[in-house]
């Protein structure tokens, strides 16, 4: 089959490689109808995350099931099924708790690498859902998005209590982000400021999703604009979906007094001063999003069509032009980029 290989910085190739296969029992293999790549890959793309061997590339899913293994119970081959980035049991005390990414059994959910034509999935029971039916043609980048990015977005509005009523600020415009605008407007939030955008495409699409006020500026200054919006208190409840030592510092000074951080953006050397985080009376929660426990809510949004998250994906390239894909991501041409097996 085809597949992306990551061998260092900047050099991702789309390549032959082994079709996956049946390892244990409760295994699933699926063929992709589509996949992505996340912001998250063009951390080691970038040079970030040191690379050691060649990595196979991709966590985000969706497809037809092709074959199962004999413990598999519940998945079962031609259901269209999508899933998360760790692959879980969902039936540990802290899956049970709804932290399936911390699952005492955690595993990659497509080791395999998801940016191929097929993928073996681990632990299938506990990590995929299946949809009603076959889903249309226009569905299939709204489910795909609710495999990661949609589902980071809507655990970062969890994670920093977003409620109807509140005022609420977003640190970053990538993919996550401008869904953690559309998921706090789908809780209900009042306000939603999204802080340090200065691409007029994000920007539109920010307010498609619900933001309220946009503000270019980044650092002390968008903290000074935010708090001239607030009553000079901040915001009940930030969500940090960039990972930075700037970002995160950004979002803890935007939030008042007893607010909530929701963190999912992928923290890379962020050290928190602590006498101004234990002054600032600040809720932090966040991590590696339980995606799993929000796709049944997740796919009934989108099969309803109440929302439609697919719309963060403004590119769409034929999987053997991944790299294409990854330059335009890195270079911030496109938001996120759909790749068809």
């Known amino acids: 089959?085809?597949?992306?290989?990551?061998?260092?910085?900047?050099?991702v190739r789309s390549e032959y490689v082994p079709d996956p296969t049946i390892i244990e029992p409760t295994d699933a293999i699926i063929r992709l109808s589509a996949t992505c790549i996340c912001g998250s890959d063009l951390?080691?793309?970038?040079?970030?995350?040191?690379?050691?061997?060649?990595?196979?590339?991709?966590?985000?899913?969706?497809?037809?099931v092709e074959e199962v293994g004999s413990a598999v119970k519940t998945i079962k081959p031609g259901?269209?099924?999508?899933?998360?980035?760790?692959?879980?049991?969902?039936?540990?005390?802290i899956c049970q708790a709804g932290y399936q990414t911390s699952c005492v059994n955690r595993q990659p959910g497509a080791p395999t690498g998801a940016q191929a034509e097929y993928a073996r999935i681990p632990l299938a029971d506990g990590t995929l859902v299946p949809t009603p039916d076959l889903p249309?043609?226009?569905?299939?980048?709204d489910l795909l998005a609710a495999s990661d990015v949609l589902g980071t977005g809507w655990f970062a509005a969890v994670a920093a209590e977003v409620r109807p009523g509140k005022t609420v600020a977003v640190v970053g415009d990538g993919a996550v982000g401008l869904l953690a605008v559309l998921s706090a407007r789908q809780m209900g939030a009042e306000r939603i400021i999204l802080i340090g955008s200065r691409h007029p495409q994000r920007q539109a699409l920010a307010r498609e999703f619900g933001a309220t006020d946009i503000i270019e500026a980044r650092g002390d200054e968008a903290i000074e604009m935010l708090k001239e919006l607030t009553d000079g208190l901040g915001v009940h409840s930030t969500i940090e979906a960039v990972g930075t030592q700037e970002s995160m510092m950004q979002a803890i000074r935007a939030t008042r007094p007893g607010g909530h951080v929701?963190?999912?953006g992928v923290l890379h050397d962020v050290a928190i001063p602590g006498h101004e985080f234990f002054f600032s009376h600040v809720h932090l929660?966040?991590?590696?999003?339980p995606v799993r426990r929000f796709l049944p809510k997740l796919i009934n949004l989108?099969?309803?069509r109440a929302i439609k998250p697919g719309k963060v994906f403004d590119l769409t390239l034929p999987l053997e032009q991944v790299a294409e894909g990854y330059r335009a991501m890195d270079e911030r041409r496109a938001i996120k980029v759909l790749l068809k097996p």
Request: hydrophobic share 35%; charged share 15%; glycine share 12%.
């Open 43 to 64: 951390w080691p793309y970038r040079g970030f995350d040191p690379i050691t061997r060649p990595v196979p590339m991709g966590h985000e899913y969706v497809g037809i």
């Open 262 to 264: 929701g963190v999912v």
């Open 79 to 93: 259901q269209f099924v999508v899933g998360s980035f760790f692959a879980s049991d969902n039936t540990c005390p």
């Open 1 to 11: 089959m085809r597949g992306t290989v990551l061998y260092a910085p900047y050099d």
């Open 285 to 289: 929660h966040g991590g590696p999003a």
């Open 302 to 304: 989108i099969w309803q």
């Open 136 to 141: 249309p043609d226009d569905l299939i980048p």
